[in-house]
């Protein structure tokens, strides 16, 4: 039972351009959802989070984006760079729980 | 701040035999946490230690692991008997005490069973 899923396994953007990388769940329990962004041969690097209480959060160039009745989330990268090219995985939790469900993962290319 | 350190980074062992990686958190942080990820999925949780106490374990985590942190310091994971499907990157992460989210993940340690 997938309970976070990232449907699309890639995604290739033209530098300058929007990325937008997206993430579904189905348990109503998680309270705080997060991105993080993997390089080859490193572990995962905590890139973004949001709590279930708003439904946007802002950090410089990335963006994420909560609909808790369509129970989906958005990472908007904005303006996007070459070195933002990796696997950005979205995960969820319950607070006190301190265990993160994570997605399969996008492999985001951006084109210089 | 030397980050959360991984030993090995890759380990190659035969079917059968028993292996054990090594986990240095971040001197400060309380919490550590292991994680397998497996070709083409996302990390999936296998234990949490809060100190040297180890508070969950995910039935992902057969009688083959072990998971042990002595004096809430380094942590290690033993795989006894390995199996191919033990095949797999093995992270580590630790958070601090007044870190609500967002822990700090190692390299990893990619395992490779023949």
């Known amino acids: 039972d997938q309970q976070v899923k990232q449907n699309s396994p890639s995604l290739s953007v033209q530098e300058g351009r929007i990325s937008i990388l997206n993430c579904d769940y189905t348990n109503s329990m998680f309270d705080y959802f997060l991105w993080y962004k993997k390089y080859p041969a490193e572990g995962p690097t905590f890139l973004i989070s949001i709590s279930s209480i708003k439904d946007k959060n802002e950090d410089g160039r990335f963006t994420v984006f909560l609909n808790k009745s369509a129970k989906h989330l958005s990472l908007h990268i904005v303006p996007s760079q070459p070195g933002d090219s990796a696997v950005y995985f979205c995960?969820?939790?319950?607070?006190?729980?301190?265990?993160?469900?994570f997605g399969t993962g996008t492999r985001l290319k951006v084109l210089a | 701040d030397t980050g959360v350190s991984q030993d090995p980074r890759h380990k190659i062992t035969k079917r059968g035999q028993n292996v054990t990686f090594r986990c240095d958190p971040i001197?400060?942080?309380?919490?550590l946490y292991w994680y397998r990820q497996t070709l083409g999925q996302g990390p999936e949780f296998l234990t949490y230690?809060?100190?040297?106490?180890?508070?969950?374990k995910s039935r992902l985590l057969s009688d083959r692991f072990s998971a042990e942190r002595p004096k809430g310091s380094f942590s290690t994971l033993e795989i006894q008997r390995t199996e191919q499907g033990d095949s797999a990157m093995y992270l580590c992460?630790?958070?601090?005490?007044?870190?609500?989210?967002?822990?700090?993940f190692g390299s990893g340690t990619r395992l490779t069973v023949v």
């Open positions: 001197s400060e942080h309380n919490r």
């Open positions: 230690f809060q100190n040297e106490a180890q508070l969950e």
């Open positions: 995960a969820a939790t319950t607070s006190g729980t301190y265990k993160y469900i």
């Open positions: 992460a630790s958070s601090s005490p007044g870190q609500l989210i967002g822990y700090t």
